[in-house]
């Protein structure tokens, strides 16, 4: 079975700043693992995913995770905040198996960017 | 290529009643996944569709329920309505049922149950 902790509910970060958005994963297979963010009153848009390879995983709008199985970790980060980073963020982890196409999520993480 | 479609966007329903949400995968995307959104309980998976079969099922009672029709177009259904099935409903699709593809989502169906 597969869970997802995301570290803080909240994180308020300056516009500029560096964000940073923790993740901790719990799986008996090796994970597929994913960043989503949504907008208020929208759906989930996927910034980045981990399935194998490169353990540093660049996605859009700047946002780069990295795959670190030693700590069951799959931070998000970006190095320089913007006000339009501004939504809740998900961090979500789907099972190596066929006819398994279900994505566990964390609780979300909502980032707020002061001016 | 249009993205995932649902329909309705709102829905206002009663204690006790039934309600249908219609989804619309991006074409070519043969699964289809159903997720429930709510402030207390997050995201939860309900059921992922695959060339008309139900390949996953998550927790919820039998009143939920759901189909694909041959051209991939996906519904869900909620019988006998709770105050406690108000919530964002949430349908992706995909390439294929494996989790290495991701999964697009829709804008949701805002059901509020009075």
């Known amino acids: 079975a597969q869970s997802v902790t995301q570290l803080g509910s909240h994180v308020s970060v300056s516009e500029g700043a560096l964000v940073l958005l923790r993740c901790n994963y719990s799986?008996?297979?090796?994970?597929?693992l994913f960043w989503y963010v949504q907008y208020p009153n929208q759906g989930l848009q996927l910034l980045l995913k981990?399935?194998?390879?490169?353990?540093l995983v660049k996605g859009i709008n700047g946002f780069e995770a990295e795959f670190k199985k030693s700590e069951t970790s799959f931070h998000l980060t970006k190095p320089s905040a913007h006000m339009s980073d501004a939504a809740e963020y998900f961090c979500?982890?789907?099972?190596?198996?066929?006819?398994?196409?279900?994505?566990?999520f964390g609780q979300g993480t909502r980032l707020t960017i002061n001016p | 290529k249009a993205g995932v479609t649902q329909t309705p966007r709102y829905l206002i329903k009663t204690r006790g009643q039934q309600v249908t949400l219609s989804c619309s995968p991006i074409?070519?995307?043969?699964?289809v996944s159903w997720y429930q959104q709510t402030p207390g309980q997050g995201l939860q998976f309900l059921f992922e569709?695959?060339?008309?079969?139900?390949?996953n099922k998550g927790n919820f009672p039998g009143r939920f329920s759901g189909r694909q029709f041959s051209n991939s177009r996906s519904e869900m259904n909620v019988s006998t309505l709770e105050l406690g099935d108000s919530a964002l409903y949430l349908c992706?699709?995909?390439?294929?049922?494996?989790?290495?593809?991701?999964?697009?989502f829709g804008p949701g169906t805002r059901l509020t149950v009075t």
């Open positions: 992706a699709s995909s390439l294929a049922s494996t989790g290495r593809y991701e999964q697009y």
């Open positions: 799986s008996s297979v090796p994970p597929y």
């Open positions: 981990y399935t194998t390879g490169a353990t």
């Open positions: 979500a982890v789907s099972a190596r198996s066929q006819g398994a196409q279900k994505l566990v």
């Open positions: 074409s070519g995307h043969r699964s």
């Open positions: 569709y695959f060339s008309e079969t139900q390949r």
